[in-house]
């Protein structure tokens, strides 16, 4: 027991001289959000809470179904208490009330807007990208926030889900075709793509966050409550297969052989290298929690539901690196298997997007994957939710964890860790 | 002396290959004892089933009264290993490594640093212990490899080839550490393709080829084996024709054996200086010219090859 420890943190002390893994599990997620949050304009102030009465103006030069629709969608009761919305005819004189700071936002619908989604009959199809106008007031991004995330969930229903380009940015440090230290221009590119986008039915999709607001209440709406949990549980896979990888290295290195020659079984060695998977991964994973409640003043919510539900998902996460580590002949084929595994899961798992308006089998495999539960577990975490609704995801977890460990141990046992 | 390890007709296969057919010897408590034998020969295999680590196909081997395939655990904490290839966590210190791996053969608190101390002395690092294993040297390395296999003191050291690709001043400091170890007590049981190695080192060698254990004893033992004779060895040219000339000197009157390594041609004779003007003459009629020659006591090189047909370095 206390040799597992003991081998353990050796890998937590050996991973924590790696420059380029540390770059990488702590680094990029915490770049890539904040250049989610920069662009989000998370950052600038603004951190009132029980907001209501939200003032923006509406702007329809389409004045046809849709434009309708989405001015119905602002007037309704039940968005009521949470917008104060005023209407105008001039693009240029609500863009002024954003700039004086009047308003928090102008929604500007140009014309043939509904025409270019739904074309009629009669009329020529255009090419022509016809994009709704969000223009958000930057000294008042929780409120633009809210506002825009309206606008999404709207534009959300009116199109199929298409996955956007936000699977970019990740592959692309994978791949090793941008500097990990590069991540937070790009990602901030990546935001501002996003937020050009909100005209863009089939993009918009890709940050639209379903939070509820029919009830009125104020709500905090923290697009960083989405991208922080979603960029960490990513590298998260990164962390575990990183750490499955050191166990086939330590075979080629001779250290693991060694250990073996040493009374100590192999029970104890293989025990010791979980644990040390499960260490690093809980580690990268409070300090990128932390790194963000104190940088960003992110709220995770109840901070002993976040514990548990981090330890959960380090521990779903462990099992998998440990299957891919026991399927894999090398330590290299871990690595890029592992990578492979990490942007899948992202995707499926609702790291980049919700998942909400993927299609249901893309849902249900999503399920197999531990970003899916947990990012479940955080959203609601960050809601304002109690542990009672974080049994499932947890449970869930642990689950996952055992089966998947105790599949990779059988595929282990029939592996000869000794001999190459 | 008693017996600290008894190997009774050891083998191992792989796969379809037989890397030890069936190997047994002794070691006494207190000898260093060789395996010499040139790459290929089996050592490592040997070492790793010893070490409990590979499991032998067939046979077995006691170690400090416990078999090495019923009781593992056991034999594990009568040896020390020190493997062939430096198996460290490079990324630790040459300290932070010595007291993890102290740690794994259940030393701990106040004893284990103290006996970290007494190694780093002993290896001659203490001044470099707080440096990453990365940033040594190859001596270095292989110096701390060793260290590793000292930890706990173990009463029988297996040291699989550790002077192999190091400079000849940390080989030295190495074989001086051997010696002082057994001096101490250690019994030791060393690998080498070095004759010089095994022959400054060892109370008894075994030669081991293709597997299997040609010779064992002493070394005078085994250089009686090659009878009174000697080695005579010509260094020729490059563009030479070593082959040519073996085969030529293998019909002067007095001479058993003729083998080529690299451009020398190693003669075995009873005595050499009545052989030479024999085989300086062939080399004339041959057109071959000889720089230098060099006459050999009997050696283990010399049984090496009147025991295969082969020189132990290829
Ligand atoms: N894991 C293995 N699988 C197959 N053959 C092996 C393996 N390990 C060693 N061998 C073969 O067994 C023979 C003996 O190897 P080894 O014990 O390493 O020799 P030595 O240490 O004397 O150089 C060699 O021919 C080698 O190629
Ligand atoms: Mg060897």
Known sequence: MLKTLLIGIKDLKILSRDRAALILILLAPFLLTIGMGLVTGRFSGDNSSGISDIPIVIVNLDNDSLGNALVDVFNSDDLAELVEPTFSVDPEAARLLVDEDEVAAAIIIPKGFTQSIIPQSGSAVSNEEIKIEFYANPSRPTSAGIVKSIVDGFLARLDEMQLGGMTSVSQLIISGRIAPQDANQVGEEMGKRLQNAAGNSNEATAITLNTSTSEGEAVEFDVLSFFAPGMALMFLMYTVSYGGRSILAEKSEGTLPRLLVSPTNTIQVLGGKVFGIFLTGAAQMLILIGASSLFFRLNWGNAFGVVLLTLAAVFGATGWGMLITALARTPAQVGSVGSAVMLIFAMLGGSFIQTDNMPAFVQTFGKITPNAWAMNGFTTLALGGTLTPLSTPIVALLTMGISLLLLSAVLFGKKNLVQK | ?314
């Open chain 2, 1 to 314: 002396m008693p017996n600290i390890l008894e190997v009774q007709n050891l083998a191992k296969s792989y796969d379809n290959f037989t890397a030890v057919k069936g190997i047994s010897f002794d070691i006494k408590e207190g000898e260093i004892f060789s395996l010499l034998g040139p790459n290929g020969a089996g050592k490592t295999t040997t070492i790793s089933m010893l070490s409990t680590l590979y499991t032998p196909t067939s046979g077995d081997a006691v170690i400090g009264g416990h078999s090495i395939t019923k009781d593992p655990m056991a034999v594990k904490q009568v040896i020390g290993v020190v493997p062939q290839e430096i198996a460290l966590y490079e990324d630790l210190t040459a300290r932070e490594n010595l007291v993890f791996w102290g740690q794994m053969y259940g030393l701990g608190g106040k004893s284990l640093n103290s006996r970290v101390d007494e190694v780093l002395e002993q290896i001659g690092l203490t001044d470099k212990a707080k440096n990453r294993v990365k940033t040594y040297s190859g001596g270095m390395k292989r110096r701390v490899n060793i260290g590793v296999g000292l930890l706990h003191k173990p009463r029988l050291l297996f040291m699989d080839e550790p002077t192999v690709g190091i400079d000849p001043q940390s080989r030295r400091a190495i074989l001086d550490t051997v010696k002082d170890l057994n001096k101490h007590g250690m019994t030791v049981l060393y690998t080498t393709h070095y004759m010089e190695e095994a022959a400054e080192l060892s109370n008894r060698v075994g030669i081991i080829d293709h597997g299997e254990l040609i010779a064992l004893g002493t070394q005078d033992e085994l250089t009686k084996q090659v009878g009174q004779a000697e080695t005579l060895i010509l260094h020729i040219g490059e563009n030479e024709d070593p082959d040519a000339l073996a085969k030529a000197v293998s019909s002067v009157e007095g001479v058993q054996k003729a083998d080529v390594t690299n451009n020398e041609v190693s003669i075995i004779t009873s005595d050499a200086k009545d052989i030479l003007a024999g085989v300086v003459g062939k080399a004339n009629e041959r057109g071959i010219k000889i720089r230098s020659m060099d006459i050999r006591e009997p050696n283990l090189e010399a049984v090496f090859l009147h025991l295969t047909g082969r020189a132990l370095r290829d």
